[in-house]
């Protein structure tokens, strides 16, 4: 689904990713795990090309995106929900719904406003209520609702459960587990181990912009030194 091989990045004269590589099978759940500012989320944005490669290639479906503009990426069917959210505040969850919404894929079922509200119960009972008005954990909920309706084959998750009550990290573990279910893969950002162990198959470790170590998270599980020596505060 998703190919990434020696993905290199710089912001101004800082080298910021180095020959990272990794693959996204379809169907399969994979975490970059690592420290804050190891080079998650700069990886999650050169994938999307927020931040233009100074190396590497990305594919998706087999099809080489690096050089395309966002829009384009996210047309071919690549998802991306951003860790600060940004959700529209003034318009409501119907609204904010409609403006992710994009033309059903072949072999997709088609996501609707009432198969998410059935993913997300608490926007259901909301989808009137403005964005500013949802507490962290709802505008997350939402984000990720928003960036289904653009019918993804993929989905770039970054840093999901950063901020919210436990309480609402086990309800956003149970909607990714439902939506790999539905045949979704999902990249996932994360620093919350416990979260990763609940919704991933993989894990790959990055950590100063290189990676570290990759493989399941069992393995992740059985390899106390690694965790210690990477994932460790």
Partial sequence: MLQVAGLSAHYGRAHILDDVGFTVGAGEVVVLLGRNGAGKSTTMKAVMGLVPP?????????AEVVGQPPFRIARAGLGYVPEERRIFTELTVLENLE????????????WTP??????????????????GRMSG?????????????????LVLLDEPSEGL???IIERM???IRALKSEGLSILLSEQNLHFARLVSDRAV????????????????MDAAEVREQYLSV
């Fill in 173 to 175: 573990a149970h909607a």
């Fill in 205 to 220: 470790i990055i950590e100063k912009g290189r990676i570290r170590w990759s493989g399941s998270l069992a393995a992740l």
């Fill in 137 to 153: 954990g709802e505008q997350q909920m939402l984000t990720i609702a928003r960036t289904l309706m653009g019918n993804p084959r």
């Fill in 114 to 131: 009432e198969r998410l509200f059935e993913l997300f119960p608490s926007l259901g009972a909301m989808r009137d209520r403005p964005g």
């Fill in 54 to 62: 100074s190396a590497g290639s990305v594919r998706f479906l087999d």
């Fill in 165 to 167: 009550a436990p309480v």
């Fill in 99 to 110: 403006v992710g919404r994009q033309k059903p894929r072949e072999g997709l079922a088609p």
